[in-house]
């Protein structure tokens, strides 16, 4: 231990201190958010604080917006996340990096799927952490939530001891993010869907959006609920703020949508009468397990609710964070536990003594309740006040196997659907959809080759990714494809999967929206151009909204020219790639939402509908430029 350090002056719960020079970092492992490999020694100086997680773990995901605390709170820190997996599925590259993407995560990744620097550490538990002082020295560990207040503390108490010793860097480090080359796309990690079967729509979470949409069977835009950022607000539709919003339920009966707003630990009412959003339940504050008890709505803490479900007067909440089942009074907005101690396991037995592991997905028969009990890799149901696995033995029992239930088996299942007599699963870390058969007691693959991808109509060898839940609606079933940023559709009678593409914005429904048809002049393109590069600019007086999701849509009206998933290249400059079979003239329809403000404070958002005629010919430019300027509120020239 360093001579000016004083153990016993750091009186600081849950940590336990040791020091002791810090094994290297092996050199062989894939980083991520970073540009290149670091040992130690590169970041001398420093504090360093060890993240050991894997992306299915609920706490893991918790301390997440600690870490960005603490690492504003402290430029003399630098966090590592060494993710080390649970599951088969979470060993592969590209699904951690949708999951760095996903979380926003903005410090490096250590990809440790051999446990190397877990064994190394003497790690025995996700998340838990390791600090290394500015010397090299490992100053001790910890493990849980609730990181920010420990190290916090520490931080403060040695960082001036270390800085006076003249061994402290102060100045930020600066890393190469995923985000920064990531597109952009119409959906962003979309969560749950809910049908309306008496007014032939479907919702969706659009998680990363911060926004749900409600959408016709055949993709048209009906309504928009959330101003898209990121926020708790209530409001009108247009003002309302969510945090990642995952599940949904329509109570009919009173023209309402529920929402699990799950990062924001609450549960919120969307009125589609008067089209505005209310907080029904939850403080806002994140909570920890009650083994029983009820509450008025406003004062209970909440834990990443991840799914609902109404049955009669009862909304049934899947209390992720708590490993519970919770339901709501739709009458008195009143919450209560419903089942599940609080205990992450698998054990069935009366609600008040079973235990579930991190419930992610919800559906009814009207009578019984089914989870999808992601973390066991298990199917639950609860009738008559018991719990009982239709699926499923234990935290680290999984895989991907058809047949009897008594040797069926999944992987992270996240989403249930009951359906005539089935339920229809989301076996997300398998990539396939499976029908389980509650007559014969047996479950087959209905959808997925079980590889990650996104090709194929044919359901026997399409690719999904990590889907997150299923719904049905007028014969057909609605798939959450998570990671492909879309909306599957599969009719059974077809036994055809096809996308669901989207139609334009309704820019009625946003806030403070004006629409604008504008139609540009035509521009010429050869057979071999790649692409089109589309930027909005604005007037001097103005500046992009950075804290809002700018939104962007390009479809074809012709074949011949197909389009690529978009890629952003600045505030909004956008690279439209192009596919290009043959000649033709033909027009492409560009439908945008942009947000910005004026320098005397006022905040903006516009809708444009852009209509670009297109000649495409074997001897046009390669190179497609489009530059628009908007004048806010009063016209624009191309």
Not at 235 to 261: H, N, T, W
Not at 475 to 491: E, L, Q
């Amino acid at each position: 231990m360093p001579p000016f350090l004083d153990k016993k002056q750091l009186n600081i719960n849950r940590f336990y201190f040791f020091w002791m020079i810090a094994p290297d970092l092996p050199n062989h492992l894939e980083w991520l958010n970073a540009e290149r490999r670091y040992a130690l020694s590169d970041l001398r100086g420093k504090f360093i604080l060890l993240d050991f997680w894997t992306y299915c773990c609920i706490n893991c995901m918790h301390v997440l917006p600690e870490l960005k605390r603490l690492e504003k709170a402290h430029p003399e820190l630098v966090v590592i996340g060494v993710h080390s997996a649970k599951f088969h599925n979470e060993k592969a590259l590209e699904n951690i990096k949708q999951a760095v993407l996903r979380y926003d995560i903005e410090h490096p990744i250590i990809v440790d799927n051999d446990f190397l620097i877990w064994r190394t550490y003497g790690i025995n538990a996700w998340p838990s952490f390791i600090l290394i002082g500015p010397d090299g020295q490992i100053i001790g560990k910890a493990s849980g939530e609730e990181i920010f207040d420990r190290m916090d503390a520490i931080l403060k108490a040695l960082g001036q001891k270390y800085q006076e010793a003249g061994i402290l860097n102060m100045e930020p480090m600066h890393f190469a993010l995923l985000k920064s080359a990531a597109g952009e796309s119409f959906l962003r990690f979309p969560g749950k869907i809910e049908p309306d079967q008496k007014n032939g729509r479907i919702f969706i979470s659009d998680s990363n959006h911060n926004r749900i949409l409600a959408a016709s069977p055949e993709g048209q835009i009906l309504l928009i609920i959330g101003s898209g950022k990121q926020g708790s607000s209530d409001g009108s539709f247009s003002e309302a703020s969510f945090l990642r919003p995952q599940g949904l339920a329509y109570d009919v009966k009173r023209d309402c949508l529920y929402i699990a707003d799950t990062e924001n630990h609450l549960i919120r009412r969307a009125d589609l009468g008067t089209r505005t959003v209310t907080t029904a339940l939850g403080s806002g504050r994140k909570g920890f397990p009650p083994e029983s008890g009820s509450g008025p709505s406003r004062d209970m803490d909440l834990n990443s609710p991840w799914d609902l479900a109404i049955i009669g007067d009862l909304l049934y909440i899947a209390m992720a964070g708590d490993h519970q089942i919770w339901r709501m009074s739709l009458d008195t907005l009143d919450g209560e536990v419903c089942a599940g101690t609080g205990q992450e396991d698998i054990i069935d037995g009366p609600v008040q003594k079973a235990a579930l592991a991190q419930p992610s997905g919800l559906a009814s028969d009207g009578r019984a309740l089914y989870v999808a009990d992601s973390e066991v890799s298990a199917i639950r149901m609860i009738e008559d006040d018991l719990v009982t696995s239709i699926i499923g033995r234990g935290l680290f029992d999984f895989g991907d196997a058809d047949g009897p239930f008594a040797k069926a088996r999944l992987q992270h299942p996240l989403g249930v659907l009951y359906h005539e007599g089935s339920l229809y699963i989301a076996d997300s870390y398998n990539h396939k959809i499976k029908k389980a058969d509650l007559s014969t007691r047996t479950i087959d693959t209905l959808i997925g080759n079980g590889r990650s991808g996104r090709m194929s109509n044919d359901p026997s060898r399409a690719g999904l990714r990590e889907p997150n839940d299923i719904a049905f609606l007028d014969g057909r079933f609605y798939i959450a494809d998570t990671n492909n940023h879309m909306i599957r559709v599969y009719d059974p009678v077809s036994r055809e999967l096809s996308e669901l593409n989207f139609g334009e914005l309704a820019p009625a429904e946003c806030a403070g929206t004006s629409q604008r048809q504008i139609d540009l002049k035509e521009r010429s393109a050869s057979l071999k151009a790649k692409g089109i590069r589309f930027k909005l600019v604005l007037p001097a007086g103005y500046h992009w909204n950075r804290d809002a999701v700018q939104h962007i849509d390009v479809t074809s009206r012709a074949s011949a020219v197909g389009i690529l998933p978009l890629v952003r290249e600045d505030d909004f400059s956008y690279l439209i790639p192009l596919k290009i079979s043959s000649p033709v003239r033909t027009a492409l329809m560009i439908g945008v939402v942009a947000y910005f403000c004026s320098e005397k404070g006022l905040c903006y958002s516009e809708a444009y509908e852009f209509n670009l005629p297109l000649a495409v010919s074997e001897g046009g430019p390669e190179k497609i430029d489009v530059i628009y300027e908007i004048i806010p509120q009063e016209g624009s020239s191309d």
